[in-house]
């Protein structure tokens, strides 16, 4: 079982940066599949950018270019650099691990994973 504990959130003017971090415990998250989430009110949460041990990072097509998931394996943490934002970044993100099925490569849909933090909130 492994817990998660999303940071870094705030307000922010359009064109800025945030830089989130989920830290987890109970367990290693070095070979787990990993993601952020988001979601604005009276939206379904939506993937954001999912990743797994070793393979490539899954990006939704509304952030491409802006930002950039990443993990420290020793830190047992996950990040998301958030650059440029948008109006429309705004909402609370989770980050989220274990995979449900086998494999949720290219997978952003949030039923997939099952393993959830609290989230943090990002306004711009």
């Known amino acids: 079982h492994v817990q998660l504990v999303e940071s870094g959130g705030g307000s922010v003017q359009a064109g800025g940066s945030l830089t989130l971090s989920c830290v987890a415990s109970g367990n290693s998250i070095r070979t787990y599949f990993v993601g952020w989430f988001r979601q604005a009110p009276g939206k379904e949460r939506e993937g954001v950018a999912t990743?797994?041990?070793?393979?490539?990072?899954t990006y939704a097509d509304s952030v491409k270019g802006r930002f950039a998931l990443s993990r420290d394996n020793l830190k047992n943490t996950l990040y998301l650099q958030m650059n440029s934002l948008k109006p429309e970044d705004t909402g609370m993100y989770y980050c989220?691990?274990?995979?449900?099925?086998?494999?949720?490569?290219?997978?952003?849909?949030?039923?997939?994973?099952?393993?959830w933090g609290q989230g943090t909130q990002v306004t711009v």
């Open positions: 990743t797994r041990k070793g393979g490539p990072i």
């Open positions: 989220a691990a274990i995979c449900r099925s086998g494999s949720c490569d290219d997978d952003l849909r949030a039923g997939s994973y099952r393993a």
